[in-house]
């Protein structure tokens, strides 16, 4: 379950040792985040899409616009899967938009990342008929590359003013000095040391960003230092729209830690140091086990998956 970095790698993988392959997916054609959620000017989606025909050659089936799950809105139960295969691997990603918690983030011209992105891809590419309506200045929150092509596609889409609020330094920043300094030279303007605390509106339209000054204190858990509040440093920026740029949560097929697999407290599926949930012939690869990371890791989370289904399936081996 999931065309995307994870579940592709393992498919083909798998396919290679004559296994019999179906690849669940809810988007419109495999690739998740490959084709929807990382712009052109840093992967060819042409590549990508042949990679997935020769999958699909080598005999891999797709199942695309189904959505797999426990919910009403599920096409699919998921324990119809779960009966219907020798082996299941979870390989949906972490697609929930991790929340800021402020005030007037539910009015309408907010978005989270991650579905900006892949709404405006769906639509540069026909599948659907309209672009997100993000107007002409555009307040992008966050630090790491997904905030850093949020800004990207922003400009694609003609948004005249561009602006990224990170609450460190470009120094700190997780996708780095370089990609700050690049998205300035295109003509975003960077806001450092702030942090939005309040979104308001006129009825329920977004009208001006809050914003707060930070300051830098000691070190944090994540080795860099604190930002802290400067009392007092309120300002307000009017924009016509605001991406949420902070991170997201891991989407599992289902809601709760039921089917006899364990789910974390934040969303991850559990599983063991051989990407083994804890239902017998039921695996986990990519960012529905770790959290959002990089295609890297996804892919060689998906290659060990791919390894221990073919240990489970061929060689009957489980423990």
């Not at 295969?85 to 402020?102: C, F, N, Q």
């Not at 005030?103 to 672009?131: C, M, N, Q, T, W």
Request: aromatic residues 8%.
């Amino acid at each position: 379950m999931g065309a995307g970095p994870a579940g592709l790698t393992a498919a083909g993988v798998l396919a290679c040792e004559g296994l019999q392959l179906d690849v669940y997916d809810n988007m419109y054609e495999p690739g998740g985040l490959l084709i929807f959620g990382i712009p052109e000017f840093r992967m060819s989606k042409d590549k990508v899409r042949i990679g997935i025909e020769e999958l699909a050659k080598a005999g891999v089936s797709f199942v695309l616009k189904k959505r797999v799950g426990d919910s009403p809105n599920s096409d699919l139960p998921f324990d119809q899967i779960l009966a219907s295969y020798d082996s299941v691997l979870i390989a949906t990603g972490a697609w929930e938009p991790r929340k800021m918690g402020v005030e007037g983030e539910d009015l309408r011209g907010i978005y989270h990342a991650a579905p900006y992105i892949v709404s405006y891809y769906s639509a540069k590419f026909g599948y659907v008929e309209s672009y997100p309506a993000i107007g002409n200045s555009v307040a992008v929150i966050g630090g790491g590359l997904t905030a850093m092509d949020s800004c990207l596609v922003a400009l694609e889409q003609g948004a005249k003013d561009v602006y990224l609020l990170y609450r460190r330094t470009r120094k700190e920043a997780p996708a780095g000095e370089k990609e700050v300094d690049s998205l300035e030279e295109k003509g975003v303007q960077i806001f450092e040391l702030k942090t939005p605390i309040r979104m308001l509106g006129e009825k329920g339209e977004l009208r001006t960003l809050i914003t707060l000054d930070m300051k830098l204190g000691a070190k944090d858990s994540s080795g860099r230092p604190r930002p802290e509040p400067v009392p007092g440093s309120e300002k307000e920026l009017d924009v016509d729209s605001v991406i949420i740029a902070i991170g997201g949560l891991s989407t599992p097929p289902f809601s709760k830690s039921i089917y006899g697999i364990s789910v974390a407290a934040d969303g991850r599926v559990v599983v063991d140091d051989k990407k083994r949930t804890t239902r017998r012939g039921v695996f986990a690869a990519g960012d529905v086990e770790t959290g959002p990371s990089l295609i890297g890791p996804a892919v060689k989370s998906g290659m060990d998956a791919a390894a221990t289904i073919k240990q489970y399936l061929v060689n009957k081996q489980w423990s």
